[in-house]
């Protein structure tokens, strides 16, 4: 198949952990800045290593990244190296000011966090105006013909409220809604994580908005799905290739921290850019093991003998390593629950074609390794 080369092609930068929230879901349990952020100097520099290395998108994150006073200046740089930019905030700083703004830096896509009715939403947030915040952060940016999506952690809490959700981003004007599920990982309790008998019902839910009325949609999140019948429904037969940390994704922290994914506990840390260059650490042979170095042998319980793994494996790396403490065993797939209720699926020529090349791969790697 080819060498698959590595190189940070999508990036999300946490350009400060300094927070007006305090979500009840937030993976980094964000709220104050880190100590030592990086300057502004620092943090163009960055940018432009991440030109060089061939970087094509980059997502300023948080925290809150509208809190950090030199977010526009980060963007425009960003812009100027050729890169798409976007930004994801939770709505409660934007006015008509900071909507010129955008407009001014051309940003190739900005996100608002939505999570449920103004209750549920007021609640997860942990501020009682959030909600209307939000909301009227996207009809803002609707009148003013911004690209935007709103972006929702689905767990325990909300999964009852998506078909309202639904509607009430319609009603704000928005045409994209970015679906993800919640991770047990920072500030984030175990209990309010979608329980593997809730989470078929959140892949119905997703299904069913993909067959109906296409008023708004839906964008499936990289944790979400994978094999069988109805995750490889979920991307309209097309296959799912696993996670992608460490090799054409890369998280950044805001104190220069890298991972190859922002999501990621803090053990998947692979250097700080204070201490070695970017290039330095995106270049370490041994970096980023997890998955560049990922053979059947790294994947355990059901996974390990999975017919998908090849392709999948083990789906995202965050939500195996918070349901199950490790790299590959990953319970949250519609494949291992379907094939335990007898339910077999039917791949697309496309899955079924590139499953045959990457076990005939498999095959080579294990009988160079027993020469």
């Given at each position: 198949m080819g060498e698959f080369r590595f190189y940070p092609q999508n990036t999300v930068w946490e350009i400060t952990f300094a927070c007006n929230m305090r979500c009840l879901h937030?993976?980094?349990?964000?709220?104050v800045v880190r100590p030592k952020e990086l300057t502004t100097d620092e943090a163009f520099g960055l940018i432009d290593e991440l030109a060089e290395l061939g970087c094509e998108m980059i997502t300023l994150s948080g925290g809150e990244p509208l809190l950090r006073r030199d977010w526009r200046e980060l963007a425009k740089r960003s812009k100027q190296r050729g890169m798409k930019t976007y930004l994801?905030?939770?709505?409660?700083?934007i006015t008509p000011q900071i909507i010129e703004d955008f407009k001014e830096i051309g940003f190739d896509n900005l996100g608002v966090s939505f999570d449920g009715t103004e209750k549920t939403h007021n609640y997860i947030r942990q501020r009682p105006d959030s909600f209307q915040r939000a909301f009227n952060a996207m009809k803002m940016m609707s009148e003013?013909?911004?690209?935007?999506?709103?972006?929702?952690?689905?767990?325990?809490i909300n999964l009852g409220e998506m078909d309202q959700i639904r509607s009430l981003l319609i009603e704000a004007g928005c045409n994209l809604w970015r679906v993800q599920m919640t991770t047990d990982t920072g500030r984030m309790s175990k209990d309010l994580v979608l329980s593997l008998d809730n989470y078929p019902k959140f892949i119905d839910k997703i299904?069913?908005?993909k067959k109906g009325e296409q008023t708004i949609t839906v964008d499936v999140g990289e944790n979400i799905g994978y094999y069988g019948c109805k995750g490889s429904q979920l991307l309209?037969?097309?296959?799912?290739?696993?996670?992608?940390?460490g090799t054409r994704v890369l998280g950044i922290e805001s104190d220069g921290k890298i991972k190859g994914c922002l999501s990621m506990p803090e053990e998947f840390v692979e250097g700080n850019i204070r201490d070695k260059s970017l290039t330095e650490i995106w270049n370490n042979p041994d970096g980023f093991a997890y998955n560049r170095q990922f053979t059947r042998e790294t994947a355990s319980g059901a996974c390990n003998?999975?017919?998908?793994?090849?392709?999948?494996?083990?789906g995202c790396t965050t939500t195996s390593m918070s349901a199950s403490g490790e790299r590959a065993n990953n319970p949250y797939c519609m494949y291992q629950m379907e094939k335990k209720m007898g339910v077999q699926p039917v791949d697309?020529?496309?899955?079924?074609?590139l499953l045959n090349r990457m076990v005939?791969?498999?095959?080579?790697?294990d009988s160079k390794q027993g020469e």
């Open positions: 937030c993976g980094t349990a964000a709220g994801i905030s939770n709505g409660y700083v003013a013909d911004l690209r935007f999506c709103a972006v929702t952690q689905v767990s325990n299904l069913e908005f309209d037969g097309m296959p799912y290739l696993g996670c992608y940390a003998s999975c017919r998908y793994l090849p392709l999948c494996r083990g697309s020529e496309v899955i079924t074609n005939e791969e498999e095959a080579k790697h």
